[in-house]
């Protein structure tokens, strides 16, 4: 089979695609044909070696994939030619980006009817981001005002429409030529974040979800009592005990496989609350070209590799 890896650490023209033996399933596991696989901004801090998470390569990289079940193992909870998705094994290695992976059948989840492989490429990784953050973490409730960095992003753009599925009142940051396509996903307030300072303009903040590093700035909107989710600093107990002195609750996420919460995704998806937004698609042999793309910064929704 055809697999993107890389022998060192280094920019994206050290991805190459190079020949090697399919994965075969183990017991409970099923081998999926991969049609389509996401890329994030994980991937390329992997690559690099900012986030030394799979050790010196070589490795295989890339989580995200959604594909067609080509083989079971024995007790493995699918059967060959069910449609599948997820983010198998995060934080080891699953070599997303290959035309098939071997996973647990309890860390994929059935393929949501209304979406086309692409687009549910898209949604495991950055959707659980946003799920573990908002629903496990912080218990988001109807009513309850919740702030978004990057809401425009691979995260955001999935955080507002799920914040406004769980019936927040959603408030967003995100650069004013992004202001209508987070407007369109439900946000209710939109802010610039390069020309407004959104601690003065936000108070009263019952859940703050951080995906920029802006966890003591964003503790000055918090209401007594109110929650930080942080996907950046989640490891930062400095600034989790700050937070906590000051009468708040701090939660740090670290995202990982969770077939329910895929399933609760799904159920988003069929019923017209969450749709994922591709930014670009690039074949499997442009992997590098993608990479380069999601290290712009620029990058509204997610990006995805097609290979089946």
């Known amino acids: 089979m055809r697999a993107v890896v890389q022998k060192a650490f280094g920019g994206p023209e050290v991805l190459e695609v190079v020949e090697t033996d399919r994965p075969a399933p183990l017991g409970a596991e099923v081998l999926i044909r991969?049609?389509?696989?996401?890329?994030?901004?994980?991937?390329?801090?992997?690559?690099s070696g900012a986030l030394p998470l799979l050790g010196e390569p070589p490795f295989g990289v890339g989580w995200d994939v959604s594909g067609v079940v080509e083989e079971v193992g024995p007790g493995a909870r699918f059967k060959p030619g069910d449609e599948v998705f997820g983010m198998p094994f995060f934080p080891r290695a699953a070599t997303g980006y290959a035309e098939y992976v071997a996973a647990p059948s309890r860390q994929v989840a059935r393929k949501p009817a209304g979406l086309d492989h692409v687009r549910a490429a898209a949604l495991p990784l950055?959707?659980?981001?946003?799920?573990?953050?908002?629903?496990?973490?912080?218990?988001?409730?109807?009513?309850?005002r919740?702030?978004?960095?990057?809401?425009?992003?691979?995260?955001?753009?999935?955080a507002v429409q799920?914040?406004?599925?769980?019936?927040?009142?959603?408030?967003?940051?995100?650069?004013?030529?992004?202001?209508?396509?987070?407007?369109?996903?439900?946000?209710?307030?939109?802010?610039?974040?390069?020309?407004t300072d959104y601690t003065e303009a936000v108070q009263d903040v019952d859940v703050v979800f951080d995906s920029s590093s802006?966890?003591?700035?964003?503790?000055?909107?918090?209401?007594?009592?109110?929650?930080?989710?942080?996907?950046?600093?989640?490891?930062?107990?400095?600034?989790?005990?700050?937070?906590?002195?000051a009468g708040h609750r701090f939660a740090g996420v670290s995202v990982e496989p969770d077939y329910a919460s895929l399933e609760a995704m799904a159920a988003l998806v069929d019923s017209g609350r969450l749709l994922p937004h591709i930014a670009e698609t690039f074949p499997l042999e442009e992997a590098a070209k993608a990479h380069e793309l999601v290290?712009?910064?620029r990058v509204q929704g997610k990006v995805v590799l097609t290979i089946a």
């Open 126 to 144: 950055a959707g659980l981001t946003a799920w573990q953050g908002l629903v496990d973490a912080a218990r988001l409730e109807a009513g309850q």
């Open 214 to 245: 802006e966890g003591t700035r964003s503790l000055e909107v918090l209401r007594p009592g109110g929650t930080l989710v942080s996907i950046m600093e989640h490891w930062n107990r400095e600034l989790a005990a700050r937070i906590e002195a």
């Open 146 to 158: 919740v702030l978004i960095h990057r809401a425009a992003g691979g995260v955001g753009h999935l």
């Open 34 to 47: 991969v049609h389509a696989s996401g890329v994030n901004p994980v991937d390329a801090a992997v690559r």
């Open 295 to 297: 290290g712009s910064g």
């Open 162 to 195: 799920i914040a406004k599925a769980r019936g927040a009142h959603v408030i967003a940051l995100a650069s004013e030529p992004k202001h209508a396509f987070v407007r369109s996903l439900g946000a209710d307030e939109v802010l610039d974040y390069r020309t």
